[in-house]
């Protein structure tokens, strides 16, 4: 499974977010320009008043007032461009207000104030790129108003010292916004970053533990279930639907038991638990600091873990044992030996004749045993092929009937039609069927069809059964119990390794022998992975 990864991205200048904090600033801008238009009817009975151009001074409010309405519209409809707007408000605000102060008696009414918040506003909302544009933009208006009002004789100061000194404010606030701009910038871009680094990591956690051998189940300190993966559901034998906003009393009581014990401290982290016919192994580490906060639970299936072991215990064994062969085959050759020349001897008492062939027949099984056990241990070696099981099939009855001498007509191949074909090593499938098909006909009725080989396709599309049959007496439930174990056989002469070395040279190959339950003789079928000829 390919994981997404996210990329962090920066966010564009026409995203919600700038959208929003423009709506914001022109909300500002109306209140402003209602108070201003307001100072007209509120204000103008005062002394002061009379330096201000009442008629055109309420003109210029009402204008102003106007176009924060028609603002506040374009910022809601998102038209023009972002970009653009935001220049098209900075300007009429440059304007309107050094048109009020110009009308209000110039620098000294103190709405150069005004102007400066315009610009630390635009420069915010422009995420700095055009603050010092907008603060020269300022600075130029306002020299241009006190030049105007100084060449009419309307200025009692007779320098810029104030409108300098205002313009050199706008600079510093903008340079501050830019500044204080790029500085969240950078802070947002980080935030985001980290942001998708943590989604990710979530990610690739929750992709590791869904796909770990082990359950994982996290709990609260309420016994309510926060996370889980779906190992945990086949271990306890739980569909996917109980789980959600479940309680672990519901489908759990007896680990709800022991978490209750282990979250008061009466028991160890490591407890066993048997769920589902399956011997569990539960491990519990806390959430937090203590145990009082929920924890997180592993379930492990202990029955794998001691097949684990059992596996590695065989393989040592196995090997052991192929050495020892090995080393038993010489002496065995010898005995072999002497034994036929023994047995070449002229006028020979037939008592000791009869020894002489007891010692042959042990002399042979334990060289059927040796060559199976040697067998066994280069299972791993295996030289897989694409194989057509029809051209098989029929080579291999044809070998088994001329080999083991039995009638064509007793051992019967029946095959699906098409071609069907698989990838197995043709040495080791050739050894396994032989061995069951040997079996099969040694307990069978030996009459016609009474040893049958089937082919057909599996329940899934990917897989084939191939199976052995006779008609026999079959199995008694003692031998099932013990069927597949090393050593284990009914019959005298046998080595108890023909079906555990069968099984294993499956495995090998990526396929699975299994007995089955038949009303007449015995079922044994060969589960094989299906390949396209």
């Not at 201003?36 to 210029?60: A, H, I, K, Q, V």
């Not at 440059?94 to 506003?121: E, P, Q, R, T, Y």
């Not at 279930?225 to 639907?241: C, I, P, Y």
């Not at 008609?471 to 099932?480: K, Q």
Request: hydrophobic share 45%; glycine share 8%; net charge negative.
């Amino acid at each position: 499974m390919k994981l997404p990864v996210l990329v962090a991205e920066p966010p564009l200048p026409h995203s919600d977010a700038y959208w929003r904090t423009m709506r914001y600033f022109g909300f500002y801008r109306l209140i402003i320009a209602v108070l201003l238009f307001g100072t007209y009817f509120l204000l103008g009975e005062r002394d002061w008043w009379r330096d201000y151009d009442s008629p055109f001074y309420l003109n210029s409010a009402f204008s102003y007032a106007g176009f924060a309405v028609l603002m506040s519209v374009l910022a809601a409809v998102r038209w023009p461009r972002f970009n653009r707007q935001l220049t098209l408000q900075a300007m009429g605000d440059i304007l309107f207000i050094v048109l009020l102060m110009h009308v209000s008696g110039g620098v000294k009414s103190g709405l150069g104030l005004l102007l400066v918040v315009a610009i630390a506003g635009a420069s915010l909302i422009s995420q700095g790129r055009l603050a010092l544009f907008y603060a020269a933009v300022a600075s130029i208006a306002l020299l241009l108003e006190q030049s105007w009002r100084m060449l009419t004789g309307s200025e009692s100061f007779g320098d810029y010292s104030h409108a300098v000194m205002l313009g050199l404010s706008c600079f510093a606030t903008a340079w501050l916004a830019h500044t204080f701009a790029k500085r969240t910038q950078q802070s947002e871009e980080l935030a985001s970053q980290r942001g998708i680094d943590l989604e990710n990591l979530a990610q690739i956690n929750q992709l590791v533990i869904r796909d770990m051998q082990d359950g994982v189940m996290v709990v609260d300190q309420d016994l309510r279930l926060r996370h889980h993966n779906l190992r945990v559901e086949s271990l306890l034998g739980v569909s996917a639907g109980n789980w959600k906003e479940s309680s672990l009393d519901t489908f759990a009581p007896g680990i709800a038991q022991l978490y209750s014990e282990w979250a008061r401290g009466n028991a160890a982290g490591d407890q066993k638990f048997s769920a589902n016919g399956k011997e569990l192994s539960l491990r519990f580490l806390p959430v937090g600091a203590d145990r009082k906060r929920g924890a997180v639970i592993f379930i492990e299936d202990w029955s794998r873990v001691q097949e684990q072991a059992r596996q590695l215990k065989l393989a040592a064994l196995g090997r052991l044992t192929a050495n020892i062969a090995h080393e038993i085959r010489n002496p065995l050759s010898a005995i072999s030996h002497a034994n036929q020349l023994l047995q070449e001897e002229e006028n020979a008492d037939p008592t000791y004749l009869r020894l002489l062939q007891i010692i042959d027949d042990n002399v042979h099984r334990l060289d059927h045993m040796v060559k199976d056990v040697l067998q066994l241990s280069r299972r791993d070696r295996s030289r897989q092929e694409t194989i057509s099981l029809g051209d098989f099939l029929d080579e291999f009855h044809e070998h088994f009937c001329r080999i083991e001498k039995i009638p064509p007509e007793c051992f019967a191949i029946e095959s699906e039609s098409g071609e069907l074909a698989t990838l197995f090593d043709r040495h080791h499938l050739h050894q396994i069927l032989w061995n069951l098909c040997r079996n099969g006909w040694r307990h069978g009725q030996k009459q016609a069809g009474s040893l049958k080989v089937r082919l057909r396709e599996g329940v899934r599309p990917s897989r084939l059964e191939l199976e052995v049959s006779d008609d026999g007496d079959g199995l008694s439930p003692e031998a099932r119990a013990h069927l597949f174990e090393p050593f284990f056989t009914t019959e005298a002469s046998g080595t108890g390794l023909g079906l555990y070395v069968a099984r294993e040279l499956c495995e090998a190959n990526g396929a699975m022998l299994d007995y089955v339950e038949s009303r007449v003789g015995a079922r044994f079928i060969i589960y094989l992975k299906r390949q396209h000829a």
